[in-house]
């Protein structure tokens, strides 16, 4: 089974100030993303990679940074954190987009802004 | 992009019967449908997909049905069991980029 593990597994942070989640996955997948779940809107990518050193960015970008130093590590940043990103955020990754498209999931961030 | 619709948002059914629940789409180009199972306190799973070259698709108590004309697609669980009580997700993936639009998700509760 495929590894993604992401830390914390939750965070209490304070408004304005800067989180860190990371994602780090022993997979040899090309491609990562990070999703946001919030109650009635199901997962929503907020950005994604599908090399080292390059990030793209997806449905829901505002707010948030991302950075992939290397294949196995993507980390997303809110430089300035905000109530409405009271959520919990999951890290993915995948083989490619051609050869198979199933997304490899870690057990998600509880973040928690007050 | 891509718009996915998902109903309905909560499903109660008793055990032993059957659970269906339904998604639609925006983009005909879109080609792939999975779906993910979500229990509670866990990450989602893929537990079954389609592809847009196949109605039907059917494994260990899951169908799932593809209308591409009408732009839908269906998960069927067959003899629902307590353990199928969890979030289901439906999605689907347009353009050329490998990138998974979700639907909003369906809470599955199977009665005793």
């Known amino acids: 089974e495929a590894a993604v593990t992401q830390s914390p597994r939750s965070k209490v942070a304070v408004t304005g100030g800067k989180v860190t989640l990371s994602c780090h996955q022993t997979n040899n997948h090309d491609y990562m993303y990070w999703y946001r779940q919030d109650t009635g809107h199901g997962l929503r990518l907020i950005h994604y990679?599908?090399?080292?050193?390059?990030?793209e960015k997806g449905d829901i970008p505002d707010g948030y940074k991302a950075s992939r130093p290397s294949q196995e590590n993507f980390s997303l940043i809110l430089e300035l954190a905000s109530l409405s990103q009271t959520a919990v955020y999951f890290c993915?990754?995948?083989?490619?987009?051609?050869?198979?498209?199933?997304?490899?999931f870690g057990h998600g961030t509880k973040l928690s802004v007050l | 992009g891509e718009q996915v619709e998902q109903l309905p948002s909560i499903l109660r059914v008793q055990e032993g019967s059957s659970a269906s629940i339904n998604c639609t789409y925006e983009n005909s180009a879109s080609n792939y449908f999975p779906w993910y199972k979500q229990e509670p306190g866990e990450n989602p799973k893929l537990i079954i997909d389609i592809r847009s070259n196949m109605e039907r698709k059917q494994t260990q108590g899951l169908i799932v049905l593809l209308d591409k004309k009408a732009k839908r697609f269906s998960l069927h669980i067959t003899d629902t069991q307590p353990g199928d009580s969890a979030m289901y997700f439906c999605?689907?993936?347009?353009?050329?980029?490998?990138?998974?639009?979700f639907g909003a998700g369906t809470r599955l509760a199977v009665c005793p």
């Open positions: 999605a689907a993936l347009s353009g050329s980029f490998n990138k998974l639009t």
């Open positions: 993915a990754s995948s083989p490619g987009q051609f050869s198979n498209e199933r997304l490899f």
């Open positions: 990679s599908y090399v080292a050193d390059s990030t």
